[in-house]
Nanobody, 119 residues
Framework: QLQASGGGSVQAGGSLRLSCTAS????????LAWFRRAPGKNREFVAI????????WYADSVKGRFTISRDIAKNAVYLQMNSLKPEDTAVYYC??????????????WGRGTLVTVSS
């Protein structure tokens, strides 16, 4: 019910755009968020957007570089990632749920998409 795409390999300073398309029960969720899991690390919050009013929140580590947006007509959410750094390397997941940065509270998860940033 959540389809994520757009990952790939890029050099430091480059850009990527991730997409996540929602369907089914995910429509009833309040928000859609991006999380990531880097090798050997725990899953961490990246960004979140409210379906209703488009309010956004970002992790400090990505503020000013990443932008989350939504297209209600397409039931899609995007994560534009600019000025990528090697430490952004991770598997990125989209999730639908309440407006919270806590991954445990999200009910729906998409398959991850791998982002690799080389120095």
């Amino acid at each position: 019910q959540l389809q994520a795409s757009g990952g790939g390999s890029v050099q430091a300073g480059g850009s990527l755009r991730l997409s996540c398309t929602a369907s089914g029960r995910t429509f009833r969720s309040d928000a859609l968020a991006w999380f990531r899991r880097a090798p050997g690390k725990n899953r961490e919050f990246v960004a979140i957007i409210s379906w209703s009013d488009g309010s956004t929140w970002y992790a400090d580590s990505v503020k000013g570089r990443f932008t989350i947006s939504r297209d209600i007509a397409k039931n899609a959410v995007y994560l534009q990632m600019n000025s990528l750094k090697p430490e952004d390397t991770a598997v990125y997941y989209c999730a639908a749920g309440p407006v919270t940065t806590s991954p445990q509270r999200y009910n729906y998860w998409g398959r991850g998409t791998l982002v690799t940033v080389s120095s």
